[in-house]
């Protein structure tokens, strides 16, 4: 199932986005509908009947999250270019819920930083409350699958000697545009691209800590929430964003996530 959740003409909604006889769906599919949800997406989701065409409601982030969770330098390559050793475990921080933002919205430039990068990624969406799970079963807490862009101000991370401040402005984690649940992770495609460029490629099999390494590292410290968001890691190639550009990520069998870049007015 491919869940979103959209501004409708009848207000905010979580949706099952469904295409034509089963085909793959794109943000701009005439012939795609979003059928609105009861409550939540959680568990067996039961519909209200009230349907819309995709084109005809603005998709926002697919999830509201109560905390993001990030796991940084989760790629050899990506620890390499940041001068660093890559981790023997993994190494998490945190992103403020109100950092997140949907498709189309823009990422806003604080005027206090003077690099502002992308790092495209995989995002994990969690489906049920979970402590203490071990990696074996962590795909039974997994609701499903995602796009993240883990904007950083990459000149106060290095300032601050840690992240809360240069990964946690408004506007610095863009999901979306969907969630994916049937999907296996395990070797996908990750590309970013800023104004049409390709900066970023990789693929999910070169991670140093697979999905269940993670959860299991993670819910060792941390009570997980249904929606809750993992951050996976971004590979290389990470660079600055510039006011009036665009960067877009895609994962495969997941889609694109793409968003303005402005300053802040």
């Known amino acids: 199932m491919r869940l979103g959740r959209v501004a409708s003409p009848d207000g905010v909604a979580f949706v099952s986005i469904e295409g034509v006889d089963g085909e793959a769906v794109t943000a ?3 012939e795609a509908i979003a059928r609105e949800i009861a409550e939540h997406p959680f568990g067996t ?3 209200t009947g009230r349907q819309w ?3 005809d409601v603005r998709l926002l982030a697919p999830i509201l999250a109560s905390k993001v969770i990030c ?4 790629y050899a390559a990506h620890a390499a270019e940041m001068g660093g050793e890559a981790p023997v475990d993994p190494v998490i921080f945190m992103k403020p819920s109100t950092s997140i933002v949907g498709p189309g919205a823009p990422i806003v430039l604080p005027p206090s930083s003077s690099q502002v990068d992308y790092e ?3 995002a994990v969406v969690i489906g049920r409350p979970c402590k203490d799970v071990p990696a074996a079963r962590a795909r039974d807490v997994i609701l499903g699958y995602t796009v993240a862009n883990d904007v950083t101000a990459r000149d106060h991370q290095r300032h601050d000697g840690q992240w809360t401040r240069g990964k946690g402005y408004d506007t610095f984690c863009p ?6 649940t049937r999907l296996d992770p395990a070797d996908l495609e990750i590309v970013t691209e800023l104004d049409g460029e390709v900066r970023q490629r990789s693929r999910t099999s070169l991670f140093l800590h697979d999905i269940p390494e993670m959860i299991e590292w993670i819910s060792a410290v941390m009570t997980l929430l249904p929606g809750d968001v993992i951050l996976t890691g971004t590979p290389e190639g990470v660079g600055p964003m510039k006011d009036g550009q665009t960067v877009s990520v895609t ?3 997941i889609g694109t996530l793409t968003n303005p870049v402005a300053a802040k007015r």
């Open 53 to 55: 065409k995709l084109q």
């Open 175 to 180: 999901l979306g545009p969907w969630i994916e």
């Open 45 to 47: 989701p039961t519909f």
């Open 28 to 30: 701009g599919d005439s």
């Open 71 to 74: 796991v940084g330098k989760n």
């Open 251 to 253: 994962v495969s069998g």
């Open 120 to 122: 495209g990624e995989l």
